[in-house]
C-alpha cells in the first residue's frame, strides 16, 4: 500500500515523527511490531518500529533519524504526499502478560518504541517503570506520552544534564539498589545500550527481551538477511522475532552482520546529500572527475 503523510516533523535533533495514513495496519498493530517502508521508487526497504496507531483515525506512527539515504529521502517528504510502499504489521507481536514489575528502556528510536509497550503492560495491570536514555537532556522526547501510562520514568543522560549521570544499565543498578523487585524487562534502541542492559539484568535472574534492530530486506523471512544467533540457533529477525531474550542472543554477531556495510553506506549518504544540496551535478561533480565519484 502507498501511505500518505500526515504528519512529517523534527522533535528533537534527527529525530523525526511521522504520521502516516495506513488504516489496515491501524487496525491490524499490536505492541512490538515493525513496518517496512520504501520512500521511493529508488530506494530502499527500511523496517520501522511501530511506536503508535490510531484504529480510528486510521493512522500509524514511526520515529526515526536521516542516517542514510533512504531516510533523508524519507525527510524532503511532506504532508499529503505518499511514500512509495508501506507493508505491516510485521513480525511477532510482543507477549504482554502481567508480570508484576515490568522494567522498559528505551533510547534513540527506542523512546517512541516503549510507549505502546508501556501502555499495554500497564493495560494488563503491570506496575511499568521507564528509562529514558539520550546523551543530553535535549534529546529526550516522547516522555510526556510514557509519563500517561507508566508509574515511573527515570531519565538518564551521559552529560548529567538532566536525571540520573549516565545510562539505562547503570539505572538498573539504581533500582537494584533501592530495592526493587524486578520482574521482567525489555528493551529497545540502539544495540549497545540493549546490549549493557541485558548483561546489566543477567546477574540478577531478570527475565530479559530486546527488540533487535537487524538489516532486513524482504521482512517475510525468504532473504535470510536479518538472521541472528540466538542461543545458539539461527532465528530471522523478521519472522521469528523482532522480540528475544537478551540474555541468549550473541551481540558479537549482532555487531558484526550490522557494521557489514557502514562505509558503503556513509559513502553513499554524503554523495546523495551533496547531490540534494547542489553540490554536485546529476552527471557527475563540479569540483572533481565523474571517474572519482
Not at 163 to 178: D, F, M, P, Q, Y
Amino acid at each position: 500500500m502507498k501511505g500518505t503523510i500526515v504528519i512529517n516533523e523534527q522533535v528533537v535533533p534527527n529525530v523525526k515523527r511521522l504520521v502516516l495514513e495506513a488504516p489496515a495496519i491501524a487496525r491490524r498493530a499490536k505492541p512490538g511490531q515493525f513496518v517496512i517502508l520504501i520512500p521511493d521508487a529508488e530506494g530502499e526497504r527500511i523496517p520501522f518500529t511501530l511506536s503508535d496507531w490510531d484504529a480510528s483515525e486510521g493512522t500509524i506512527t514511526i520515529f526515526y533519524l536521516e542516517a542514510g539515504v533512504s531516510t533523508m529521502k524519507l525527510t524532503r517528504l511532506k504532508p499529503g504526499e505518499a511514500v512509495h510502499t508501506l507493508v505491516g504489521p510485521l513480525g511477532k507481536p510482543t507477549e504482554i502478560e502481567k508480570f508484576g514489575t515490568v522494567l522498559l528502556g528505551g533510547g534513540c528510536y527506542g523512546l517512541g518504541g516503549i510507549y505502546p509497550l508501556a501502555r499495554a503492560f500497564k493495560e494488563k495491570g503491570n506496575k511499568v517503570i521507564a528509562l529514558l536514555e539520550a546523551r543530553t537532556s535535549y534529546l529526550i522526547y516522547n516522555e510526556d506520552k510514557i509519563r500517561e501510562v507508566a508509574d515511573e520514568v527515570i531519565i538518564a543522560t551521559a552529560d548529567g544534564s538532566r536525571g540520573v549521570r549516565g545510562h539505562v544499565w547503570e539505572s538498573i543498578k539504581i533500582l537494584e539498589e533501592r530495592g526493587e523487585n524486578i520482574d521482567h524487562a525489555h528493551f529497545v534502541g540502539c544495540t549497545y545500550m540493549m546490549m549493557t542492559s541485558s548483561n546489566a539484568t543477567e546477574p540478577a535472574g531478570i527475565p530479559t527481551v530486546v527488540s533487535l534492530n537487524s538489516l532486513m530486506v524482504d521482512g517475510t523471512g525468504m532473504c535470510g538477511c536479518c538472521r541472528v544467533l540466538v542461543g545458539g540457533e539461527t532465528k530471522f529477525s523478521c519472522v521469528d522475532g523482532p522480540d528475544f531474550d537478551g540474555h541468549l542472543v550473541d551481540w558479537g554477531n549482532v555487531f558484526a552482520r550490522a557494521g557489514a556495510y557502514v562505509a558503503e553506506e556513509n559513502l553513499a549518504y554524503q554523495f546523495h546529500q551533496s547531490r540534494a544540496d547542489g553540490a554536485i551535478k546529476e552527471d557527475g561533480c563540479k569540483n572533481c572527475s565523474k571517474e572519482a565519484v
